[in-house]
Protein backbone atom coordinates (compact mmCIF):
# COMPACT_ATOMS: atom_id res chain seq x y z
CA UNK A 1 0.00 0.00 0.00
CA UNK A 2 0.68 3.70 0.10
CA UNK A 3 2.18 3.98 -3.68
CA UNK A 4 2.70 7.15 -5.26
CA UNK A 5 3.30 7.10 -9.26
CA UNK A 6 5.21 10.49 -11.05
CA UNK A 7 4.66 11.19 -14.47
CA UNK A 8 6.59 11.12 -16.81
CA UNK A 9 9.63 10.24 -15.81
CA UNK A 10 12.09 11.90 -17.76
CA UNK A 11 11.56 15.31 -19.69
CA UNK A 12 13.68 17.29 -21.79
CA UNK A 13 12.31 20.25 -23.04
CA UNK A 14 13.34 23.97 -24.98
CA UNK A 15 13.58 26.41 -23.49
CA UNK A 16 10.67 28.84 -22.76
CA UNK A 17 8.32 25.67 -23.23
CA UNK A 18 6.09 24.53 -20.36
CA UNK A 19 6.01 21.04 -18.54
CA UNK A 20 3.27 19.56 -16.31
CA UNK A 21 4.48 16.83 -14.01
CA UNK A 22 1.51 14.62 -12.40
CA UNK A 23 1.50 13.12 -9.36
CA UNK A 24 -0.81 10.46 -7.85
CA UNK A 25 -1.67 8.84 -5.04
CA UNK A 26 -2.60 5.27 -6.73
CA UNK A 27 -4.10 3.25 -3.30
CA UNK A 28 -4.60 5.83 -0.78
CA UNK A 29 -6.84 9.75 -1.35
CA UNK A 30 -4.32 11.92 0.21
CA UNK A 31 -5.42 15.96 0.87
CA UNK A 32 -2.35 16.99 1.33
CA UNK A 33 0.82 16.61 -1.18
CA UNK A 34 4.00 18.15 -1.14
CA UNK A 35 6.34 19.39 -4.10
CA UNK A 36 10.19 19.12 -3.65
CA UNK A 37 13.02 19.94 -5.58
CA UNK A 38 16.57 18.20 -5.32
CA UNK A 39 19.77 19.12 -6.81
CA UNK A 40 22.67 16.79 -7.51
CA UNK A 41 24.29 15.35 -3.55
CA UNK A 42 21.58 17.83 -1.60
CA UNK A 43 18.79 17.45 0.34
CA UNK A 44 14.95 17.70 -0.78
CA UNK A 45 14.22 21.39 -1.13
CA UNK A 46 10.24 22.05 -0.35
CA UNK A 47 8.57 24.42 -2.82
CA UNK A 48 5.28 24.22 -2.03
CA UNK A 49 2.13 22.35 0.05
CA UNK A 50 -0.83 21.34 -2.23
CA UNK A 51 -3.74 20.93 -0.63
CA UNK A 52 -6.90 19.54 -2.47
CA UNK A 53 -9.58 22.07 -3.15
CA UNK A 54 -7.99 25.34 -1.95
CA UNK A 55 -4.43 27.12 -3.43
CA UNK A 56 -1.15 25.87 -2.86
CA UNK A 57 0.82 27.35 0.24
CA UNK A 58 4.70 28.30 -1.68
CA UNK A 59 7.94 28.13 0.35
CA UNK A 60 9.65 32.24 1.11
CA UNK A 61 11.70 32.12 -2.59
CA UNK A 62 9.45 29.98 -4.56
CA UNK A 63 7.92 31.75 -7.69
CA UNK A 64 4.04 30.96 -7.34
CA UNK A 65 3.56 32.09 -11.07
CA UNK A 66 6.43 29.98 -12.58
CA UNK A 67 5.42 27.01 -10.49
CA UNK A 68 1.76 26.35 -10.87
CA UNK A 69 0.52 23.77 -8.93
CA UNK A 70 -3.08 22.65 -9.10
CA UNK A 71 -4.55 20.19 -6.70
CA UNK A 72 -8.01 18.61 -8.50
CA UNK A 73 -8.56 15.79 -7.02
CA UNK A 74 -7.74 13.52 -3.81
CA UNK A 75 -5.25 11.69 -5.78
CA UNK A 76 -4.23 13.90 -8.17
CA UNK A 77 -1.50 16.94 -8.17
CA UNK A 78 0.52 18.65 -10.92
CA UNK A 79 3.19 21.00 -11.41
CA UNK A 80 3.69 23.17 -14.55
CA UNK A 81 6.78 24.31 -14.87
CA UNK A 82 5.87 27.87 -16.89
CA UNK A 83 8.45 29.04 -19.25
CA UNK A 84 11.36 26.80 -18.60
CA UNK A 85 14.80 27.66 -18.64
CA UNK A 86 18.19 25.98 -18.29
CA UNK A 87 18.60 26.91 -14.40
CA UNK A 88 14.79 24.93 -14.20
CA UNK A 89 16.48 22.01 -14.51
CA UNK A 90 16.74 19.64 -11.28
CA UNK A 91 15.03 16.76 -10.21
CA UNK A 92 11.29 17.32 -8.57
CA UNK A 93 9.82 14.90 -6.37
CA UNK A 94 5.83 14.71 -4.64
CA UNK A 95 4.90 13.22 -1.70
CA UNK A 96 1.33 12.26 -0.61
CA UNK A 97 0.51 12.39 3.25
CA UNK A 98 -1.37 9.68 4.77
CA UNK A 99 -2.93 10.26 7.89
CA UNK A 100 -2.50 7.77 10.62
CA UNK A 101 -3.13 7.82 14.29
CA UNK A 102 -1.83 11.39 15.14
CA UNK A 103 0.68 10.64 12.96
CA UNK A 104 1.56 11.58 9.26
CA UNK A 105 3.55 9.66 6.87
CA UNK A 106 4.65 11.09 3.45
CA UNK A 107 5.18 8.56 0.84
CA UNK A 108 7.24 9.92 -2.71
CA UNK A 109 6.95 9.44 -5.91
CA UNK A 110 9.71 8.28 -8.05
CA UNK A 111 10.81 11.86 -9.11
CA UNK A 112 10.79 13.57 -12.38
CA UNK A 113 14.26 14.44 -14.24
CA UNK A 114 13.61 17.76 -15.90
CA UNK A 115 16.34 19.04 -18.73
CA UNK A 116 15.45 22.46 -20.28
CA UNK A 117 18.13 23.05 -23.15
CA UNK B 1 17.03 28.83 13.60
CA UNK B 2 15.87 24.94 12.96
CA UNK B 3 19.14 22.87 12.36
CA UNK B 4 19.06 19.35 11.18
CA UNK B 5 22.55 17.86 10.97
CA UNK B 6 22.97 14.19 9.90
CA UNK B 7 26.70 13.14 10.88
CA UNK B 8 28.84 12.41 8.00
CA UNK B 9 28.09 12.67 4.62
CA UNK B 10 29.59 9.46 3.89
CA UNK B 11 29.55 6.33 5.90
CA UNK B 12 31.54 3.59 4.32
CA UNK B 13 31.90 -0.14 6.44
CA UNK B 14 32.40 -3.46 5.61
CA UNK B 15 29.34 -6.26 5.41
CA UNK B 16 28.36 -7.64 8.06
CA UNK B 17 28.72 -4.52 10.44
CA UNK B 18 26.00 -2.48 12.12
CA UNK B 19 26.04 0.64 10.50
CA UNK B 20 25.15 3.72 12.84
CA UNK B 21 23.43 6.99 11.21
CA UNK B 22 23.27 9.97 13.07
CA UNK B 23 20.52 13.08 13.30
CA UNK B 24 20.89 15.67 15.60
CA UNK B 25 18.59 18.98 15.62
CA UNK B 26 18.72 21.94 17.35
CA UNK B 27 15.94 24.87 17.84
CA UNK B 28 12.79 22.42 17.23
CA UNK B 29 10.65 20.56 18.64
CA UNK B 30 9.63 17.16 16.88
CA UNK B 31 6.46 15.86 16.78
CA UNK B 32 7.91 12.83 15.67
CA UNK B 33 10.91 11.70 13.65
CA UNK B 34 11.15 9.44 9.95
CA UNK B 35 13.52 8.14 8.56
CA UNK B 36 14.20 7.39 4.39
CA UNK B 37 15.75 5.64 2.06
CA UNK B 38 16.94 7.07 -1.38
CA UNK B 39 18.57 5.88 -4.17
CA UNK B 40 20.30 7.70 -6.85
CA UNK B 41 17.76 8.68 -9.49
CA UNK B 42 14.82 7.88 -7.07
CA UNK B 43 12.20 9.43 -5.13
CA UNK B 44 13.03 8.66 -1.06
CA UNK B 45 11.17 5.28 0.08
CA UNK B 46 9.56 5.35 3.62
CA UNK B 47 11.31 3.45 6.89
CA UNK B 48 10.76 3.98 9.95
CA UNK B 49 8.68 6.14 11.97
CA UNK B 50 9.18 7.31 15.89
CA UNK B 51 7.12 9.43 17.95
CA UNK B 52 8.62 12.10 20.75
CA UNK B 53 7.12 9.74 23.27
CA UNK B 54 9.28 6.23 21.95
CA UNK B 55 12.44 5.44 22.79
CA UNK B 56 13.34 2.71 20.61
CA UNK B 57 11.40 1.13 17.32
CA UNK B 58 12.78 -1.86 15.22
CA UNK B 59 11.80 -3.47 12.08
CA UNK B 60 13.49 -5.91 10.57
CA UNK B 61 17.48 -5.51 10.94
CA UNK B 62 16.66 -1.58 11.18
CA UNK B 63 16.49 0.24 14.50
CA UNK B 64 16.12 3.77 15.49
CA UNK B 65 16.35 5.66 18.67
CA UNK B 66 15.26 9.10 19.83
CA UNK B 67 16.35 10.80 22.60
CA UNK B 68 14.57 14.17 22.93
CA UNK B 69 16.76 15.45 25.62
CA UNK B 70 19.89 14.62 23.78
CA UNK B 71 18.23 15.87 20.63
CA UNK B 72 19.43 12.95 18.68
CA UNK B 73 18.14 9.84 16.61
CA UNK B 74 20.52 7.17 16.02
CA UNK B 75 19.27 4.77 13.13
CA UNK B 76 20.98 1.54 12.97
CA UNK B 77 21.21 -1.45 10.36
CA UNK B 78 22.61 -4.35 11.67
CA UNK B 79 24.12 -7.22 9.74
CA UNK B 80 24.51 -4.98 6.91
CA UNK B 81 24.90 -6.11 3.52
CA UNK B 82 25.53 -4.23 0.07
CA UNK B 83 22.28 -4.04 -0.83
CA UNK B 84 21.88 -1.56 2.17
CA UNK B 85 24.48 0.93 0.11
CA UNK B 86 22.34 4.16 -0.27
CA UNK B 87 21.62 7.79 1.35
CA UNK B 88 19.48 7.45 4.60
CA UNK B 89 17.42 11.08 5.29
CA UNK B 90 15.85 11.97 8.83
CA UNK B 91 13.01 14.14 8.52
CA UNK B 92 11.52 15.65 11.68
CA UNK B 93 8.13 16.66 11.74
CA UNK B 94 6.78 19.13 14.10
CA UNK B 95 3.18 19.80 15.69
CA UNK B 96 2.16 22.79 12.53
CA UNK B 97 2.94 19.70 10.30
CA UNK B 98 5.80 20.50 7.85
CA UNK B 99 8.38 17.80 7.84
CA UNK B 100 12.31 19.37 7.54
CA UNK B 101 14.73 16.80 5.66
CA UNK B 102 18.63 16.17 6.81
CA UNK B 103 20.98 16.44 4.09
CA UNK B 104 21.72 13.04 4.40
CA UNK B 105 24.45 10.01 4.65
CA UNK B 106 25.66 8.11 2.21
CA UNK B 107 26.07 4.13 3.38
CA UNK B 108 28.11 2.18 1.24
CA UNK B 109 28.56 -1.51 2.78
CA UNK B 110 31.58 -3.16 0.98
CA UNK B 111 31.23 -6.88 0.34
Known amino acids: GAVVSQHPSRVICKSGTSVKIECRSLDFQATTMFWYRQFPKQSLMLMATSNEGSKATYEQGVEKDKFLINHASLTLSTLTVTSAHPEDSSFYICSAELPGQGVNTQYFGPGTRLTVL | SQKIEQNSEALNIQEGKTATLTCNYT??????LQWYRQDPGRGPVFLLL?????KEKRKERLKVTFDTTLKQSLFHITASQPADSATYLC??????????FGDGTTLTVKP
Open chain 2, 91 to 100: ALRSNAGKST
Open chain 2, 27 to 32: NYSPAY
Open chain 2, 50 to 54: IRENE
